[in-house]
């Protein structure tokens, strides 16, 4: 988590083992993610999903 207090702004974010773990966990996240801006009386600017690649070289034979 990442909050900036003077913009007022916030980031959260999450690694996944592979894309069926991220599907997987989306219906508990929503629930956690309404929840949490409800009680916080936040706003949702976006949602975005990327695919991280840490590192990918071919093997050498």
């Known amino acids: 988590m ?25 219906g508990a996240a929503a629930a956690t993610r309404a929840r949490g801006t409800a009680s916080g009386g936040l706003t949702l600017r976006s949602l975005q999903e990327f695919e991280t690649v840490l590192l990918d070289l071919p093997q050498s034979r």
């Not at 702004?9 to 997987?24: E, H, K, N, S, Y």
């Open 2 to 26: 990442l909050i900036s207090v003077e913009d007022e702004r916030g980031a959260v974010g999450g690694l996944f083992a592979d894309r069926a773990a991220l599907v997987a966990s989306r």
